[in-house]
């Protein structure tokens, strides 16, 4: 049988559009050393390693008259220079210098000509600093028959392991009659295929109808004044452009505020994310009478007990969280955040964070992917309003080519009508932001960066000093204890 698209990655290409751009993305900065890092280094690392994510080498061939859905065949033309690109900022080059140029970057959508990725090695950070941008197509990582190739281009030491390639050769091309052939022959010999080529023709119906209601709204939107789909002060029809805010803070003060109020890491975390969305929508004025909390999707690692999963993309649950943006007490915050996954630790089904190490395809970049699979899976079915992906890394450095790693920062995707996604990333010591905002409907984004430090701030605050009390005539709502806390973020 042919290696055909499922329905659900279909999915993701189906519902992209030049403002939902369905990739994800990941920033991490490398410091060279003595390691002679640079360009040509780094392709030859890409193209030691690539062998061990083969779709990185395919690209997706339609089937005539839509018999069946698309199938992966290997690009003839593959050219790995086109997709390991060499960018530049001007000397030295400062963060917020490389967030402008991530932000243009992500902004574009994939080629589909071409498998879906793109990596960019980027050059001028201050003090001999390089940075690596690397962009996968929602479709392409699911976890399960493919992981990021960029979990594989980094070593625990600095000594790179020399695993030598593979002397690939692309198969021959499919020609439209083999495709037809194919097509023919799986309807024959599997009723999933038959299936999900009626599933795929019946959503692609539903989306065509939704997509002219959308333009209807649209239309409306312009006559009226109003948009229809401004829900929430972080939603609203999307524009083509994005901007990225990054953040680097010390795992050590999560820790601290966990052992003064109870709860894991990521309560800590998610409260922090809460006070920030606070104080940021207080700075614009926003009134909080009317808007008491934001629903949020959180994506947990999770076991099935009957059946024990051997990947990582099955093994991912979305949980929801409503943030509580309008209480004013950072400790109340905290302990209404721990509470709420009260549920997800009693079905015994939650992962440690040490353990999700174990799991096979395990890597902070393929979890984020799967997560943002999660919540677009998510959107189609529930509403919420921001997504919070959060996800425990090594606590020991990694290193490419003997160049080490101090910084990697998520860049979630958008969902449609969504104008703001969180990651986070632990790893070495420190938890790193990753936030992704649309350029025109949130042009005061930038603010989330120091509005998360002083949230974090405020709630170190309560635990290094005196412990505060519960406001009068308010309930505490108890905390999780520490010891059974099982989730996405190291304890």
């Known amino acids: 049988m042919t290696d055909r698209l499922r329905p659900r990655d279909l999915a993701f290409l189906a519902a992209e559009s030049p403002s939902t751009p369905a990739h994800n993305a990941t920033v991490e900065i490398f410091d060279p050393g003595d390691s002679g890092f640079d360009y ?54 400062s963060l917020d210098q490389l967030r402008e140029l991530v932000g243009r970057i992500v902004s574009r959508p994939l080629d589909r000509n071409h498998p879906l990725w793109e990596m960019y090695f980027v050059e001028g950070l201050a003090d001999g600093r390089v940075a690596l941008l690397s962009k996968s197509h929602q479709a392409l990582v699911d976890g399960v028959h493919t992981v990021d ?14 695993l030598g390639g593979d002397q690939w050769r692309p ?48 239309v409306v939107s312009a006559l009226t004044g109003r948009d229809p789909e401004r829900e929430s002060p972080i939603s609203g029809t999307l ?48 009134s ?33 969280v409503d943030l509580p943006i309008g209480e004013a007490s950072p400790v109340v915050r905290l302990h209404q955040v721990s509470y709420s996954f009260q549920v997800h630790k009693e079905t015994g089904r939650g992962v440690a964070a040490n353990r999700l190490a174990g799991i096979a395809g395990f890597a902070p970049t393929t979890f984020h992917a799967i997560g943002a699979r999660v919540a677009a899976d998510e959107a189609r079915r529930r509403g919420f309003q921001l997504s919070v992906t959060n996800v425990p890394g090594p606590q020991s450095p990694l290193y490419a080519a003997g160049a080490r790693m101090t910084e990697t920062y998520p860049v979630p995707p958008l969902l449609p009508g969504h104008a703001l996604a969180i990651g986070v990333t632990s790893y070495d010591g420190g938890v790193f932001y990753g936030i992704t905002a649309d350029r025109d409907l949130l042009p005061d984004a930038d603010l989330l960066g120091p509005c998360l430090r002083e949230a974090l701030d405020e ?28 989730r996405t973020v190291t304890d």
Do not use: C
């Open 459 to 486: 709630l170190l605050d309560t635990a290094t000093g005196a412990r505060p009390k519960v406001p009068r005539g308010r309930k505490r709502v108890p905390a999780k204890p520490r010891a059974t806390a099982r």
């Open 171 to 218: 198969r021959s091309p499919v020609s439209p009659l083999q495709l037809l052939t194919g097509a023919v022959r799986d309807s024959v010999t599997s009723s999933t295929t038959t299936l999900d080529t009626v599933r795929s023709n019946a959503e692609a119906v539903l989306r065509t109808v939704e997509s002219a209601s959308h333009r209807t709204n649209r």
């Open 239 to 286: 524009s083509q452009q994005r901007r990225i805010v990054v953040l680097r803070t010390d795992l050590a003060d999560y820790r601290t505020v966990r052992d003064a109020h109870g709860g894991t890491v990521n309560d800590v975390i998610l409260a922090a994310v809460t006070g920030a969305l606070r104080g940021w929508l207080m700075t614009r004025t926003e």
């Open 149 to 162: 190739l960029g979990q594989v281009l980094l070593d625990v030491t600095q000594t790179p392991k020399e």
């Open 40 to 93: 040509r280094r780094f392709l030859d690392l890409v193209q030691d390693r690539i062998s061990f994510a083969p779709r990185y080498r395919q690209r997706l061939q339609a089937v005539p008259g839509r018999l069946a859905n698309p199938v992966w065949v290997d690009d003839v033309d593959f050219d790995l220079s086109y997709h390991v690109r060499r960018s530049a900022l001007p000397r030295p080059g």
């Open 288 to 320: 909080l009478g009317g808007l008491r909390q934001l629903r949020a999707v959180v994506p947990v690692s999770v076991v099935d007990k009957e059946l024990e999963a051997t990947s990582l993309g099955s093994q991912i649950a979305a949980h929801f």
